[in-house]
């Protein structure tokens, strides 16, 4: 018999309840940081509601949950508690009121894996304060003395006509003209020069753009964001993705290294070049924000960010025009009365145009394109509304799922009021009109 054995069996509970000890320790200590946090549906140990959750469309899930809990819930991603927020008054007090608190963003595996926690969409604090506030102002500053963004725009929309004139009445699908012709716009606000479709670097682009978002909008990449190391395991698209991303990114400072030495600083030309003159300012400060990895991320943000949001409301756009041909033709008669036919429409014509503007602002009501927006995480521990929900702790992060519910106008409601703006609106012109006469 072994004289160890009474010994190791010992060891073994020893250890077993060490273990257990530390576990209680940890999850104790995890209760007393989350006690305070908002009410929810109770969670499974392990995975926290990830069953309950609908993964194709969260924001239906998250809409039944503020019905019945309120407009501030918490459910529970694995370890990771996410505040939902939701309707007008409490995304007002939050993002608003308490905006510094809650300005930070939530990081998730495949932002990180795009933007390496660069740039302005995956970044908090002082970093996403800096590269806001350049970026803004830089597409801002477009139009002096160099193309603004407008005629980039209108380039682009002359190309669309052109090629929707060549289908002669014939159905086609645009999807895939509008997202080129977005694409085209914000690579010439980034790189100075539209891409003809054919171009190899045009077409990488893209597809990675596109694949981006097949990723992140598939169950595959939302249980990457949940569970990164164990999907890198398998295989899928997921690795082709990263590849091409780093093609993309290497790809941006190779045009934004050969602007080092041909660049005019008197006048940069397009985002690069205004961000490589800013490298070049504060090259002797050692904290500088002005890299090449703040430079790369921005720029992918742009056309992550922008390509088929954009894209994809003028589809929307379209589609609703030919169900509603009375509204389509009510747009067009304000704009030829306004615009005429001999000119092309710009963004100062839009105070003119009072009925054109409320459809694209109903258009983009109707179709809620991102309903839980970008998740975004605590800035340190915040009260609201009676409860504490906690800045990042060890154990995960607490992110917040913004969720506008359309309870603010209803859609008949809307139209009425817009009629009697319209009405109010002309009826102005007209006094205007008559005065200056
Ligand atoms: C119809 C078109 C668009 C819609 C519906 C849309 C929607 C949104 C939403 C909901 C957010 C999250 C805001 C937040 O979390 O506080 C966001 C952020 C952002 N969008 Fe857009 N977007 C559109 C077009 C664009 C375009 C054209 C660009 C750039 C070329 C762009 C660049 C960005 C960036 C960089 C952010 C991050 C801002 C930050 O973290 O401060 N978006 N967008």
Partial sequence: MDILLPLKTNLVSVVMVVLALILLWKIRGKQSSFERLPPGPAPNPLLGNLFQFNIKEAYKYYLELSNRYGSVVTIWLANTPVVIISGYQALKDTMIGLGEEFSGRAIYPLLMKSTYGYGVLSTSGHRWKEMRRFTLMTLKNFGMGRRSIEERVREEAENLVEMFKKSEGSAFSPADMLFNAVNNVICSIVFGHRFELEDPQFKSLLRTVNTYFTVLSSPLGQ???????????????????????????????????????????????????????????????????????????????????????????????????????????????????????????????????????????????????????????????????????????????????????????????????????????????????????
């Fill in 223 to 437: 249980i990457y964001n949940v569970f990164p190391r164990l999907v890198s395991l398998f295989p899928g698209k997921h690795h082709q993705l990263f590849k091409d991303l780093e093609e993309a990114r290497e790809y941006c400072k190779c045009e934004a290294q050969a602007r080092m030495n041909t660049l005019d600083p008197s006048c940069p030309q397009d985002f690069i070049e205004a961000f490589v003159l800013k490298m070049k300012e504060e090259k002797d400060n050692p904290d500088t924000e002005y890299n090449f990895g703040n430079l790369v991320s921005i720029v992918w943000n742009m056309f992550s960010a922008g390509t088929e949001t954009t894209s994809s409301t003028i589809r929307y756009a379209l589609l609703l025009m030919m169900k509603h041909p009375d509204v389509q033709e009510r747009v067009q008669r304000e704009i030829d009365e306004v615009v005429g036919q001999d000119r092309w429409l710009s963004v100062e014509d839009r105070l003119n145009l009072p009925y054109t503007d409320a459809v694209i602002h109903e258009i983009q009501r109707y179709m809620d394109l991102a309903p839980i927006a970008i998740p975004h995480k605590m800035m340190c521990d915040t009260e609201y509304n009676g409860y504490i929900i906690p800045k990042t702790q060890n154990c995960g992060r607490t992110q917040l799922a913004l969720i506008q519910r359309t309870s603010w106008m209803q859609a008949a409601g809307f139209r009425k009021m817009m009629h009697l703006l319209c009405l109010a609106w002309a009826s102005v012109r007209v006094l205007v009109k008559l005065w200056l006469a």
